[in-house]
């Protein structure tokens, strides 16, 4: 969980979110409340299980799509409007196959690596259990990033309800088709978001280990910098408690990379696909408004999938490069500790772990192929800008190529 909850509404918050996701698959696996204590009715320190009914219920939506898929992709290449260029059936026919081949990996890689995420799910709640003594002595609040957390939840269930609301304005054309790609896009988005909430416990965790780390390493003595306010058999216990969570973290970071980076490598192919289709489509109504009066039942689907789009890309890319800035805060803090520490015992823990820091740099990447930040949003709209010059000097082309014969005749 992001944060545990002390309320029966945030409970209730969390509950929803959790199946929120079961509902579209990208969280198979169970809670046992059975194990959890119970504190002003809050059920605390709950334990994630494997499920065989979180299989099963992939397995009925994998089952389910197969039908609608055949359809979906039927209407991408045969749906006529004006001035359709085949290379337009193409790309638009590709752009719905590669959506909904990715809608299935992540049903089908989600339930092979359930045991998998059941374990990070519960190194995750492990660490946060052993770091609250942590928050109570530091300035950081949970309240404040669960407050986050809900705010970025909310917009995104707008956004997607929005989304799957939008197909039935089709009832009398391609009905089937905008429902279920529509569908297959929240479902992809809902896997971002959570690797988003994820990413966003992680930062938390490095955040309150930085403020802990503050509250007895950096002094507010500027007569004497090397001054701390804690004896030094209790400021060695509480550096050692740090490292220990902090290697946890580092650790569960790295797992949390690993096991998202092969279905982010698809959301960011997707989404860079959509995002070039809207823009592509865009610029062709205002280029040619008067001849392509049958694009506008184009627009309506890509404006509203747009939004949720760069919002599901930028804010974990947002997240992702504020959990590396925290991690890295980390050894900014123990480097000026030492240059201002006198301690000779202290001075030589400082430097160990500061070794440490320096050889476990936390990082989120796709393979390593790119990471995930906010230089990452700037070269995709750098590529959209390219490649949307591109077909639009094809679309010039061959509209020329046309029109040619048709004077000749």
Not at 40 to 48: L, S
Not at 155 to 166: A, E, G, K, R
Not at 174 to 186: A, E, P, Q, R, W
Not at 339 to 354: A, E, K
Request: glycine fraction near 2%; hydrophobic fraction near 45%.
């Amino acid at each position: 969980m992001i944060c545990k909850p002390h309320y029966t509404s945030d409970f209730f918050f969390l509950k929803c979110l959790f199946y929120w996701f079961k509902i579209f698959g990208t969280s198979p696996m169970g809670i046992d409340f059975t194990s959890a204590v119970k504190s002003n009715d809050v059920p605390q320190d709950v334990h994630f299980v494997f499920s065989k009914l979180g299989i099963l219920h992939n397995a009925i939506l994998v089952c389910l799509a197969i039908i609608p898929s055949c359809v979906t992709i039927k209407e991408a290449y045969h749906t006529e409007y004006t001035d359709r260029l085949q290379l337009e059936r193409v790309i638009d026919t590709v752009h719905a196959v590669a959506t909904i081949m990715t809608f299935y990996f992540i049903l089908i890689n989600v339930c092979i690596n359930q045991k998998r995420a059941v374990a990070i799910a519960n190194q995750l709640n492990s660490i946060y259990s052993q770091s609250t003594s942590l928050f109570s002595k530091s300035k950081i609040r949970p309240n404040r990033a669960f407050r986050s957390v809900k705010k970025i939840v909310s917009i995104h269930m707008v956004l997607m309800l929005l989304l799957c609301l939008f197909a039935f304005t089709f009832v009398h054309q391609n009905l089937i088709y905008h429902l279920f790609i529509n569908f297959t896009n929240v479902t992809i988005y809902v896997m971002a978001l959570q690797y988003s909430l994820v990413l966003k416990l992680l930062q938390h965790l490095y955040r309150s280990l930085n403020a802990d780390l503050r509250s007895f390493l950096i002094t507010r003595d500027r007569r004497d910098p090397s001054s701390i306010s804690l004896p030094i058999d209790e400021l060695q216990c509480r550096l050692m408690q740090v490292y220990e969570i902090h290697a946890s973290v580092s650790r569960v970071s790295q797992d949390v990379c690993d096991f998202y980076s092969l279905p982010l490598f698809f959301l960011f192919a997707i989404a860079f696909f959509t995002l070039v289709l809207f823009f592509y489509y865009f610029m062709l109504v205002l280029l040619l408004m008067n001849k392509m009066i049958d694009y506008g039942f184009v627009l309506p689907f890509f404006l509203t999938l747009l939004g949720l789009t760069i919002l599901a890309i930028s804010t974990l890319a947002r997240i992702a490069g504020g959990t590396v800035k925290e991690s890295n805060i980390t050894r900014e803090i123990v480097s000026e500790s030492i240059m201002n520490q006198r301690n000779q015992p202290i001075s030589g823990q400082l430097r160990d772990f500061l070794h440490y820091l320096q050889q476990k740099n936390a990082k989120f990447t796709v393979f390593d192929l790119f990471p995930i930040n906010e230089s990452l949003l700037m070269s995709i709209a750098s590529s959209i800008s390219t490649y949307l010059v591109i077909l639009l000097q094809f679309k010039e082309s061959n509209s020329t190529q046309q029109t040619a014969p048709s004077s000749a005749t």
